[in-house]
C-alpha cells in the first residue's frame, strides 16, 4: 500500500508537471500565432494608467524609438519598397521572395503578405506608444520637478514620432496628394489614432481622407517643433529635435504641394546654422550608434545589439542584392560628378553599378538618415522655383549641391532661367536609392515602373486581414 501511494504521488506530481508544461507550450504557441493586430496583454498594461512616474514615462517613449527602428516601420523596409515601385533601379527579380516582395514589385498584393501585416501592425503599435505618452502627460496624473523638466521634450517627441509614422503609412496605402488640388483631397487615406489602443474594442476606426491624414501630420509636427523648442532641443544626434521636426515639415510641406511653406521651414534648418554639407555625401552612411555628421537631421540609431535595418541585405553588393543601379540614371551624372565614384561601385567584369550607401562596414548595422540638409537645400531651391520666391537663393541653394558634387570641376549657374529641371535632376541624382524618388514621380504626376500611371489603385498596398477583420469600418483598397 505504501508503494502504491508512493507511485501514486509520483504519478499525480509528473502529471501536474505535464498540464503545467502543455500549458506553457500551449501559451507559447497561442501567443507566436496571434494576429499582428490583437493586443496583447503588455500593450493593454502599458498606457496612460500604467505610467505612474517620470521613469514609466521615460521607458514608454524610449520604446517609441525601438519600435521605430524597425525594419518594418522606417528602419529600411520603405525605402525598399519604394525602390521596388519607383523606375530608377534594376530588380534582380530571381531574389524577389514570394509572398513578399515579388507580389510588391508585380502590383499584386494581398491582406496575406507577412511584410505588409508586419508594416502594417508595427506602425500603429508604434503609434500607440506615442499615444500613450502623450496621454500620459496631459491627463494630469504626474506631477513634480522631473514631470515639469521632461515633459515638453517628451510629448515633441511623441508627436514627432506619430507624424513621421502616419506619413510613412500614408505613401503606401493611399494615392498620393495631388498637390493641384490643395484642401480637396477626399481620397481614402489611412487610419489616424490619436488615443491609446487599451482594449480591442477601440480598433474600429474608419480610414481618414488624404487630407485629413496630412492636416493632422502638419499638426502634429507643429506642434512637435513648439514643445522642442521650449524644451531646448535644437538637434540631436539620435531622438528628434525642434530642427528635425522643422525640416519633416519642410518635406511634408513639399509633397502636399505648398511650396511656400516647403520653402520657409527649408530656409529656417539651413539657416539656423546647426548643420553643414559633409565634404563627401558618403560620409553620411558610415556612421554607427550616437556617432552623425554635420549634415544629419534627424537619424534612426544602430547598434550592436540592434541590426535592424533591412538595408545591407536588401543593396550592398556583396550580399547579392535584391536592386541594382539602371545605367539611364548612371549616365546622368557628369563624368567629373564625385558622388560616381563615393556614391557607386562598378563592378570591373560586368559593368553593373551598385549602391555604396547601404555597404556594412562596421561591426553593427550603420545608422539610417531619414532627413538630411542637402535635402533641404533641394526643397528651398525647387520650391523657390515653382511658387515664385527668391531666384537668388534657388540659385544659391543648386549651386551648393553642385559644388559639392564637382569640386575642382564646379561651373556656376548664374540664371534662374531653365534651373528647374536642373535641380530636379540634382533631387534624382543626389538621393538615389534613398526611397525618394517614387513619392516624387507621384507628385510630379509622372509614370513610374512599368510606365504605370502615378495613381494607378495597383499601387497601393492591401490592408492586412487583421485589420479588416478586427474593424469593422474600415475599407479595403480596390
Given at each position: 500500500?505504501k508503494?502504491f ?20 507550450f ?5 501567443t ?31 520604446g517609441?524609438?525601438?519600435g ?32 513578399g ?48 523638466a ?15 509614422v ?9 494615392l ?45 509636427l ?10 531646448g ?35 529656417a534648418?539651413?539657416?539656423?546654422g ?59 551624372y ?6 560616381l ?38 526643397i ?48 534624382q ?14 507628385r ?5 515602373r ?17 485589420e479588416?477583420?478586427g ?8
Amino acid at each position: 500500500m505504501k508503494s502504491f501511494k508512493k507511485y501514486s504521488l509520483q504519478f499525480l506530481v509528473y502529471s501536474l508537471r505535464f498540464i503545467v508544461y502543455s500549458f506553457i507550450f500551449c501559451l507559447i504557441i497561442f501567443t507566436s500565432c496571434k494576429k499582428a493586430l490583437d493586443i496583447k496583454p503588455k500593450q493593454i498594461l502599458i498606457n496612460e494608467e500604467a505610467i505612474t512616474t517620470v521613469r514609466d514615462l521615460e521607458a514608454v517613449a524610449a520604446g517609441m524609438y525601438d519600435g521605430l527602428q524597425s525594419a518594418n516601420v522606417l528602419g529600411g523596409n520603405q525605402i525598399v519598397f519604394s525602390e521596388l515601385l519607383g523606375e530608377e533601379t534594376v530588380v534582380q527579380q530571381s531574389i524577389l521572395s514570394n509572398f513578399g516582395t515579388r507580389e510588391i514589385y508585380e502590383h499584386k498584393t494581398s491582406v496575406q503578405i507577412g511584410l505588409l501585416r508586419s508594416m502594417w501592425a508595427e506602425s500603429y503599435a508604434v503609434i500607440n506608444r506615442a499615444n500613450n505618452v502623450i496621454a500620459a502627460i496631459d491627463g494630469g496624473k504626474l506631477a513634480g520637478k522631473d514631470f515639469e523638466a521632461v515633459k515638453n521634450k517628451l510629448k515633441g517627441e511623441a508627436l514627432f514620432v506619430r507624424g513621421c509614422v502616419l506619413f510613412n503609412l500614408c505613401r503606401f496605402w493611399a494615392l498620393p496628394y495631388d498637390v493641384d488640388t490643395r484642401g480637396g483631397n477626399s481620397q481614402q487615406g489611412v487610419i489616424i489614432r490619436t488615443q491609446p489602443t487599451l482594449t480591442p474594442e477601440n480598433l474600429s476606426i474608419a480610414r481618414s481622407s488624404v487630407e485629413e491624414v496630412f492636416s493632422q501630420v502638419i499638426s502634429d509636427l507643429i506642434e512637435a517643433e513648439t514643445l522642442l523648442k521650449s524644451a531646448g532641443v535644437k538637434k540631436s544626434p539620435d531622438r528628434a529635435s525642434e530642427l528635425a521636426a522643422t525640416a519633416m515639415l519642410s518635406k511634408v510641406y513639399f509633397f502636399k504641394g505648398d511650396y511656400f511653406n516647403a520653402a520657409a521651414r527649408a530656409s529656417a534648418v539651413i539657416n539656423s546654422g546647426k548643420f553643414s554639407l559633409n565634404d563627401s555625401v558618403i560620409d553620411i552612411y558610415k556612421t554607427s550608434g550616437s556617432t552623425s555628421t554635420n549634415e544629419c537631421i534627424f537619424q534612426l540609431v544602430n547598434i550592436s545589439t540592434d541590426q535592424s535595418s533591412s538595408l545591407p541585405s536588401n543593396f550592398q553588393r556583396t550580399k547579392n542584392p535584391l536592386m541594382i543601379a539602371d545605367t539611364s540614371v548612371v549616365n546622368k551624372y557628369d563624368a567629373a560628378d564625385r558622388r560616381l565614384a563615393n556614391l557607386l561601385y562598378k563592378n570591373p567584369f560586368t559593368g553593373l553599378y551598385y549602391t555604396k550607401k547601404y555597404d556594412q562596414i562596421l561591426p553593427t548595422a550603420p545608422n539610417i538618415t531619414l532627413i538630411r540638409l542637402a535635402e533641404m537645400y533641394i526643397i528651398q531651391s525647387e520650391s523657390n522655383l515653382i511658387s515664385g520666391g527668391d531666384t537668388t537663393v534657388a540659385l544659391s541653394r543648386y549651386n551648393a549641391i553642385l559644388k559639392r558634387a564637382m569640386q575642382g570641376n564646379f561651373i556656376p549657374e548664374t540664371t534662374a532661367v531653365g534651373l528647374l529641371p536642373k535641380v530636379q535632376l540634382q533631387r534624382q541624382l543626389e538621393l538615389f536609392f534613398e526611397g525618394d524618388r517614387y513619392d516624387n514621380l507621384r507628385r510630379m504626376k509622372q509614370n513610374v515602373r512599368f510606365g504605370k500611371s502615378y495613381n494607378d489603385p495597383s499601387l497601393l498596398f492591401k490592408i492586412p486581414q487583421e485589420e479588416m477583420a478586427g474593424n469593422t469600418l474600415i475599407e479595403q483598397n480596390p
